[in-house]
């Protein structure tokens, strides 16, 4: 830009359309200056002009607004990598899936697994910020979780003491309380899908299997899942109703958690089914009273029987967890909540969100006319990734704190228990 030439202001701000629609005296200077271009302006000229942005498009180094780097997992139908968007510079998950792999069956799945994701906004589930689609590859950016895995955890560091299972185990159960309460039903609920954020949250993960019901006793009839996870009745009987399936794989994390093995374990899967049937597990006598009476409220048979999420919040073992957050409304989620005055609490934050986009070049315009694209659209994507910053910022994503200590003889006198440490041997059966 020469010297002296005052820098032009976008067009639309996100406050208003009208702003800056008396645009005589800034036509004349556009003409003897060079147009100073907003970050989102500069990004979408090298996206189609500039020969090294575009290489780096081509040959996957970058999605869309979004530059990739290495891969941190692998699914069966995807990859896992990690990026960053090239002009807010949040870290992200990106998932990547080659449509040409996927069956019919896998399409229905990863459909229901966008609009699953869609409709939830909680803390302890992973937030989807935007799905990208090319001709070959649709890409789902995710929150990055960086802590790694349940599974891995306990895997490579063993059990969880008392405090920390609670701590994980309150934050699981809020998160699956919240599904169930919007109708959606995880139904692959299991360590590998608990995964650790750099805040020490955990986050409800791959919502490959999940499925929305249309009222509590709408019975089900796909088998979906892991078979250690499994409930009885998905081995023995010909439909199901979903909260008992995902309560059940619940009762078996949280027996994994405190035990650092599992309750039901086999070398093949009928005589896994034959163990899940009986029903027959051995608690090992250092797990808590209190957590002992959770699991064995849980892992009942007869899925009538078994503890309901309520009963489960109100039991004595998570007593001392401060569990509960306000619920945020669900509309936040789309910019253009943005658009709308919002009032009391959420001022703030709005605040921060519009001035962080305006700053990137981000107008109302541009929000407007990706209206219903919902995750589909950059700017989607770009402001659920400022609002999610925002928001862990400010310390709304922090886990749960224990408020008292809740006495227990039993754990007491078991003290020369404590540093036992089992390993998991989990029998690969999925
Ligand atoms: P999935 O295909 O969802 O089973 O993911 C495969 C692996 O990728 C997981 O086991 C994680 O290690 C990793 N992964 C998936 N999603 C994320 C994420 N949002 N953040 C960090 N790592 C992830």
Known sequence: ????????????????????????????EEEDSPKRLTPLEKLTRDMCHDEKTIKDLTVGKRVGFYKVRGEIGCGNFSKVKLAFHALTKDKV????MEKMRLDLQTQRMLSREISNMESLYHPNVLRLYEVVETPCRLYLVLEYAGGGDLHS???????????????????????????????????????????????????????????????????????????????????KDESYLGPPVDVWAMGVLLFFMVTGTMPFRADTVPKLRRSVIEGVYALPMWVSAPCQRLIRGILKPDPSERY?????????WLLPV???RTARPLQQLNPVYLLEAGT???????????????????????ILDNQCKNSRSPFTGMYRIVLHRIQRNS?????????GVVKDPKRDSLRA?????HTSKLCVLS
């Open 417 to 421: 228990y404590r540093n036992l440490r």
């Open 153 to 235: 955890r306990l895997t490579s560091e063993g059990k969880l003491t008392d405090p920390e299972s609670k701590i994980v185990f309150a934050q699981i159960l809020s998160a699956v309380k919240y599904m169930h309460d919007n109708s959606i039903i995880h139904r692959d609920m299991k360590a590998e899908n608990v995964l650790y954020s750099c805040s020490g949250c955990v986050k409800v993960a791959d919502f490959g299997f999940s499925t929305r019901i249309n009222n509590r006793n709408q019975m089900l009839d796909t088998f979906c899942g892991s078979p250690p996870y499994a409930a009885p009745e998905l081995f």
């Open 93 to 96: 998950a990106i998932k990547v």
């Open 1 to 28: 830009m020469p010297a002296g030439a005052s820098p032009r202001m976008p067009r639309h701000s996100l406050y208003s359309l009208t702003e800056s629609s008396d645009c005589g005296p800034e036509k004349e």
């Open 344 to 366: 009391g609490r959420m001022m703030q934050e709005e605040e921060d969100v519009r001035a962080a986009l305006q700053e990137l070049g981000v107008t109302q315009e541009h």
């Open 322 to 324: 401060e569990l509960f």
């Open 395 to 403: 310390g709304t994503e922090r886990p749960p704190i224990i408020t």
């Open 308 to 316: 309901a999420l309520d009963q489960m919040l109100g039991c004595e």
